[in-house]
Structure formats: structure tokens, C-alpha cells
């Protein structure tokens, strides 16, 4: 069973994993077996994703920033963020003291961006966590029943796409914002608002891969020595749709983390919080832009458009070391 | 069917089996065909079309508990005032009766008062309408025109150099926010502060003090620039990449290999036999995401004051103005619907494989 | 005369990867005017790659080496304009599974004109009238002009690309795999149809097939190709029934032959696969499937030889073996010598 599960590791081009592991000679448990394989092919994989340049710069300057949001409270003192502790006076351009000048109440707009890290990231990850969930359970239901449930499965199965497929065309934004602005204000009315709203596009990913997976003889096998749906779906397919879940959500970070910044900039966001939204939310509504403060709109903006390619980047490459390899076993 | 004068041994209409329906267009059964075809797409966009409605009486009705205090919230609101509201919008009614009239009202194209303006919803919709459109179809026919022009030259040669600067910028631009970009454009090129001269307007539509069509007309185009843009910055990235996949993925297609043997050049092997194949994945995604196009209307009308429903939008969510929201939120929906309802119907005139 | 096709040392190199792998290694082929060849052999055997090399068609990954001699021209040092001249008026393909190779969202008729267009050989007011009778040729109706491939069944579809292929009357035409994936009631027809056509205009054919039964019944002359060579040519009738090279009397007894009970009831397989093009065995490539190997087989990589040569050393049919010709296991001290 664990071979099954393994497939995807071990089918890459070359198959040199078994010719070491037949040259060893020296009986080996399966288990041992597995897990050098799992070891074998997770070298693979490290291998390949380092030979693709712009997915290990946006790895990079993903752990940059992480550490960044990780360490913030070292880095910046949160009485210093509060309106009546600012340390400077308002719209100071940028100076030693301040590298990125300061907002209209005297605060560094540096720290307000460090601080601002942890929410914009903390809403992104956690957004796409609900999402590729929601999405996951949705596409793996309908791709299994669609294909080994019968005609009520069938129904069941297309009842599922008919509602993806409605989620996918109705404008996101907008059915996000209504959310947050019905809903009560917080970053986990947020978090929700956003999470609801993206998860079609994972559905339908999903889908598509169980319906290869479902035709692949091992689910027949599985079937056949009587493996109920739940245990089908959750341990042969679901491991075998992993790896592209795993792209699709680095890529779905980046858009959870622009709809964030896009709520907060429509007013929706939880004010009590600092976002990079809400940054430049506030820049806008305290007239920075048309007088001409750019260093309190720009470097918020850069941080975001930052952080969003870095994970596209990410989950590109992540993608293209993956899809070759789901491109075969089709 | 097919009568064989060369081959006289083999029985005529051997080969009939795979063939489906006679030549000629006009069969009797084809406007059958055409007939079911349609009525399917209508029940489909029926069906999405009522649940947008639903949705919306959920969002806005159910969903907030007490809307009129939501909208009151943060206000010197007296319990008396609240009452007042209540019956205003029908909110002392049981809630299977406030359902039967907010349905009864969308039949009669009622979408409700407006809180903040105190204004029928439709009325304020069809004010607003004719900017959005103007914005949003000039902005979306730009993005796709030079999305699809890039994304086949990126996309034909895939690794080359075309393709990494376009597909480099594109991923740029698709990780920008869309309002930081207009911002950016406003303190750039509008602000006149800092080394830059103001070169276009802040935001707004038409100036004011314009007169006649053609000085009216000018001044719009002007105000224009900026919020076109920004809209075709951000959406046109998502073409380019659609056309360039679905253009790669035709790439190794067999009668790509017959058209060159044939002696065409690679631009016609491209233009006259790749993209019209590339171009319908193309044309479905492009309309499966045309709620983006929704998305970037209202936050480019918000960053330029555009005076559109994407605005209205924003006024009415600062309020919060539930009954605006809800009635915009149902006219975006629906209106997405009804194009991807229209592509549908326009798709088989792309691709001859799925006529009915 | 000059010959038609002349083909010499072609060969053909993918970079795949970390590596080169070859496909075509010193194939020569030659075909006079109005003749019909056959190219046979099993997938993966590199007949395709010929073909499509003979108008570089081949991706951008390929290397191509030798030389295509079309009419005396080497195809493989014509400049672009000159190439794109040469293809479809030089030579046309007919390719295989017409499914794929028709596109899809353009009227056959379109298709079938376009060449005619692109070369100008038919003045654009006479093209209409021109693919009537192409069809009218293959045995499809003029009517048919206005459909779509889709509408089509494989055997006319197939029609279409033989139309297609003689629409600008070209001296040669490259027939591959055409009849492959038709059923066999089918396959016989467009056979019939394009052996009649070729002989009335005579048009030199080039016909690539893993059956050797098709080619029998369609060519003069037959060459077998293994693992990017050729392994054995003459003519089409000695070389099916009398196979000097042991690859290609077990691709001749794959196939069941009529009138012959016998075959059709043992027919014999081969075992084994073809060797890893990008790292084929010392000696002979052939060594590991054969029934009859020698030890020198794992040394000597055979050339060519004559079979059976009249006494002047000339002979119609060579075959690739140690077995053929003066390379006989038993003189062994002239191993050294090949190459």
C-alpha cells in the first residue's frame, strides 16, 4: 500500500533508486525501503527546485521576510506604533532616523511596515489554509464520486462543479467585501471573507487530478480488495493530489495576501490592526497621495507586490518540477 | 453516403459509420439541435442568476443579524429613528415575506432604497451605469488585445528571450494591487508634486468646465488615461499568460507540422493554423474570469473617483449602505453571468467541433 | 537519369536532456522518377524521423547530418525560401492518422487550397474548381468542401490528406504511416486509391510502414530499417518473402500473410525491445533479439552487402548482416576492415 502511496516520488526518470537499492544486495525491510525512497526522492525534488533560479530567489526572499515578521517585536518597539507614542513629527521625509520618513501622526513608517508583515502574512497563510481545505474536500468528493460512485455519485458530483463552477464566475472581490462588511469586524471575518471566496479554483484543480488519479490501476486494486470511499479518497488519492495542491496554495498565498491588502484598502479590514492595506488605506484617506508623500505609499505597496511574487515564484517552480511528473503518469 | 467511383470493389458507405449528419447545413434536425442547445445555456444561467439572488438575500439579510444596526452603528441613532428604518425597508416583516418582496421588487427591477442617498437603488445604478461600462469595456478590450498579442509571441517561442521579459513583467504586474498602482500613477503623474509635472487629472471624469461634445469628449479621454492604465496593467498580465499556455500547448500539434510542409512561413503557420486553435481555451477562461475585470472596475474607480458603480459601490460600503451594496452586489454578479451566458452562446461560431 | 530521392549518410541526433541521442544514424535511400520505396520498420526504428528530416520538418532539437538529395538538390543546405518552395511542390506528405494532422477549425477545402495559394501554382480564380477535382479524385464530393475534419470519417479524412498532398502536383510524395490507423476494409481502399493515383501522375512515393504486407502490396522496392539503419533493401517482393537479415524475416513473419495458413497460424513475435537509442550495444544493434548471433556479432557492426551478387559483385538486395556477404562468420580476418 505504501508503494502505491509512494508513486510519485519514486517514478521519476531514471528509476536509479531501485538499481541502488537492488545493488545493496542486503535485505532490507519495506519500511527501511520506503522511507530511503521517500529520502531519495525528496533529494530529488530539492535538487530540481534548486536548479530553477527565480523559484529559489523567491524562496529566499520568502525566508527573508518570514524571519522578518517572526522577529518583528524585536526589531521595533509597539509603543512606537500607537498614534500618541510617535516618535517623530508628521510626514518627515526619509532620514537616518527614519529610513522611510514618517506618516501623518510621526510614526516610522519602516516599522509600521515590519509590524504590518505579521498580519499581511498571518492573513495570507491562514486564508489559504481555509480555501485549499475547503477546496481540497470539495474537488477530492466530487472527482471520487464523479468517477467510482455510481449514478447518485454522479449526482452528487456534478451538483459540486455546478456550485464551483458559480463561485468561479461571480466577481471575488465583490463577494468578499460584502462578507467583511456584513460580517462582524476582525482579521477572522477577514481571513474568512477571503478564504470563502478563492477556493473554486483549488476545486477544480483538484478535481481534475482525482479524476487521473481514480483511473490509475491502483485505485481499481484498492476498490476491488474492497476499500470503502473513505478510505480510497484518503489514502490513495488524497496523497497523490498533494503535490499539486501544495503549488496551487504557494500561488494562492500570493492572491490571499493582495485580497487582504485590497479589503483593507476598501475599508473593511480590522482597523484596529496594521496591515500593509490598511497602511496605505490610511495614506489615501489622510491625503498623502495627492500631496505627494511617497515614501508613505510606496514602500507598503512594494511589500506586498514583494511578498506576492516571491510565492508566485515559489509555486511556479514548485509547479514545474511537479507537472512533469504528473504529465507521465497520465 | 459518400458514393466511391475509385474504389469499386469496397461497398459504398463503408466508411459511413464514423461520419456523423449529412453535408449541408440546414438539416431538419439542426434547428432542434441549435434549439436545445440554447434553452440548456438559458436554464443554466436561469438557475445561477437565482442563486445569485438568493445569495444576496442572505449576505444582506440574514447574514448580519440586525442590518439596520450594522448600518447605524457608530451613529446618535434613537430607538425611534431605528423603528423608522425597520419599517423602512421592511425589516418588521417575517422573514419568508421580506424574501417574496425583495423577489417581487427584482421582478419589477426594484432593487430597493438606497440608505445614504435615499434614492431607488435602479435609478442610482443606471446613473452610474455608463461610466463603468465605458471604463470597463475600453480598459478590458485594450488588456485582451495586447495580453493575446504578447501572450502568442511569448508563447511561440517559449524560453526565448520575448517570452522571459513578457512573462517577467507580467508576473510584476500580476503581484501588484491594483489600487497601489493607481495611487502610484496619481503621485507619478498627477500630483504635480516632487520632479513630475501634474499631467493628468487626480480623478474625476469629465472637467467641469468643458462645453460642447468634442471639448466634453476630449476631457474624458484625458481623465481616462490614468484609470485605462491601471486596468489594462493588471488584467492584461492574466491574457498573456492564458494565450501563452494554451498557445504552447498547441505547439506540438500534428497539422502544425502538416501546415509547414506545406511551405507556409512560421508567421502563417502561427497566425492562420496556431492561435484560432489557441484562441478558444483562450476566449472560455477569459470570460470564466471576467469577475476580475468586476474586481478592477471598482478599485480603479475608487483610487480615480471614477463616477461609476464601482464607486457607488465604495460610497455605499463606507456608509454601510446595505441595500446600495446588496443591489450592486447583484448586478455585478448577474452581469458576469450574462456575459459568460453570452459567450457561451457566441463559442460555437469559434469552434466547429461544438455546434449543435 | 538522376534519381528522384537521393538519400545518402542521413543522419539524425536529438538533444534530450544531458545527452545526444541519435535516431538516424547512415541511412541512404535513393529513388528514380515514378518509382514507389517502402520503409519499414518497428516504432522507434527512426522511419519517421526520416521522413520528416527529408523536408526539415523535424523540431528545433534535431541535428540533421548527410545529405537530401531532392531532384539533385540538397534539401538540407537550401536556404528558408528556397525550403519552403521545395515543400509540398518538391514533395508532399501524406501524413499519419489524418485526425491530428487536418486542423480542426479550418474547412477542408481551405486546407486543401492553401497550398495551392501559398505556392501559386493555380491562379487563385481557378482553386475552387481545382479542389472539386482533387476530391472528385479521392472520391469525396465537391460538397464536402465546406465541412469540417470532425464531420468526417477517418477513411475520408484520410481522402482529404491524399487531395491535400496532390494539390500541387508534386514529383514526389512521402506517405507516412497513412494507412495506419484505418480499419483494414478501409486501409485497402486508400491503399488502392493512392497506388492509382501515384502510377497515373507519376509521382514517386516514399511509403513508411510498420507493415510490411502494406508495403509489399503498395512498392517496388523496400528498404527495412532497425534501430536508425537500414538493415536490408531490394525488391519489395524479395525482401518480404525472402528475407536475408534475421530482423527482417521476423518483421515479415509478424504478419500474417494471405494464403499462407501457415503464418496465420503461428505467427511469430520477436522478443525483447529495441535497444536504448541514446546507448545502443557494441558490434551488432540487432545481437540481443537474434535467433541466429554469433560471437563476432558482438563485435562487428555489419555495413551493406550485397546479397547474392551476380559475378560482377552487383546485386539488387543488400542486407546489414554477417550472414549476407563476404563478412561471413568464417572469414573473420576481414572484420577488422568494417567499419
Known sequence: MSADTEEHGADAPGGDAGGANGAGGAPVSPRALARRRRAEALRRFAREYTRNRAGLVGLLALSAIVLLALFAPLLVDQAELTVTGAPGAAYEPPSAEFPLGTDNFGRSVLDLIIWGSRVSLTVGFLATVVSVVLGTLVGVTAGHFGASGGPAGRVVSSVLMRVTDWFLVLPTLVLAVALAAVLPRGTGTIIIAIGLTVWPATARLVRAQTLAVEARPFVERARALGGGHTHVMAWHVLPNVMPVVLAQTTLLVATSIIAESTLAFLGVGDPTTISWGGILEAARTAGAISSGIWWYMIPPGLAIAAVALSFTLCGRALESVINPRLREQR | ?356 | MTSLLDVRELHVTYRAGHGEVPAVRGVDLSLDPGGTLGLAGESGSGKSTVALALLRLLPESARIGGQVLLEGENVLDMRWGRLRAVRWVGAAIVFQGAMHSLNPVKRIGDQIAEPMAIHGTVPANRIPGRVAELLGQVGLPASRTRDYPHQLSGGQRQRVMIAMALACEPRLVIADEATTALDVMIQAQILALLKRLVAEQGIGMLMISHDLSVLAATCDRVAVMYAGRVVEQGPAREVVHEPAHPYASALSAAFPRIGDPASRLAPRGLPGDPPDPADPPPGCVFRPRCAVAETVCATVDPPLWPVDPDPAGNSARHAACVHVGPARPLTTARDGGTP
Open chain 2, 1 to 356: 453516403m459518400t458514393s466511391d467511383p475509385v474504389t469499386p470493389g469496397a461497398p459504398a458507405g463503408a466508411e459511413a459509420p464514423g461520419a456523423p449528419a449529412p453535408a449541408g447545413p440546414a438539416g431538419p434536425g439542426r434547428a432542434g439541435r441549435i434549439a436545445r442547445y440554447v434553452a440548456g445555456r438559458l436554464a443554466t444561467a436561469a438557475f445561477s442568476l437565482l442563486a445569485v439572488v438568493v445569495a444576496g438575500f442572505f449576505l444582506f439579510r440574514i447574514l448580519p443579524g440586525d442590518p439596520v444596526r450594522a448600518m447605524t452603528e457608530g451613529r446618535e441613532v434613537t430607538a425611534e429613528q431605528r423603528e423608522e428604518l425597520r419599517r423602512q425597508f421592511g425589516l418588521d416583516q417575517p422573514l419568508w415575506q421580506q424574501f417574496l418582496d425583495y423577489l417581487t421588487g427584482l421582478l419589477r427591477l426594484d432593487l430597493g432604497t438606497s440608505f445614504q442617498f435615499r434614492e431607488p437603488v435602479t435609478e442610482l445604478i443606471l446613473e452610474r451605469l455608463g461610466p463603468t461600462v465605458l471604463l470597463a469595456g475600453t480598459g478590458t478590450v485594450i488588456a485582451a488585445l495586447l495580453g493575446l498579442l504578447l501572450g502568442v509571441r511569448a508563447g511561440w517561442r517559449p524560453g526565448g528571450r520575448s517570452d522571459r521579459a513578457n512573462s517577467a513583467v507580467a508576473l510584476f504586474f500580476w503581484s501588484v494591487p491594483t489600487f497601489w498602482l493607481g495611487l502610484l500613477l496619481i503621485v507619478a503623474l498627477a500630483s504635480g508634486r516632487g520632479f513630475m509635472p501634474g499631467l493628468f487629472p487626480t480623478g474625476g471624469m469629465v472637467d467641469p468646465a468643458a462645453t460642447g461634445p468634442v471639448e466634453t469628449a476630449l476631457s474624458t479621454a484625458w481623465h481616462m488615461v490614468l484609470p485605462i492604465t491601471t486596468m489594462v496593467a493588471v488584467i492584461y498580465a492574466q491574457y498573456l499568460m492564458i494565450m501563452r499556455s494554451s498557445l504552447m500547448d498547441e505547439r506540438g500539434a500534428d497539422y502544425l507540422t502538416t501546415a509547414r510542409a506545406k511551405g507556409l512561413r512560421d508567421a502563417l503557420v502561427r497566425r492562420r493554423h496556431a492561435v484560432p486553435n489557441a484562441l478558444l481555451p483562450t476566449v472560455t477562461l477569459i470570460f470564466l474570469n471576467l469577475g476580475q475585470v468586476v474586481s478592477g472596475v471598482i478599485l480603479v474607480e475608487t483610487v480615480f473617483s471614477w463616477p461609476g458603480l464601482g464607486q457607488l459601490f465604495y460610497s455605499g460600503l463606507r456608509v454601510p449602505d446595505l441595500g446600495l451594496v446588496q443591489g450592486l452586489f447583484v448586478v455585478f454578479a448577474a452581469s458576469v453571468i450574462l456575459m459568460n451566458l453570452l459567450a457561451d452562446l457566441v463559442y460555437p461560431l469559434l469552434d466547429p467541433r461544438v455546434r449543435p
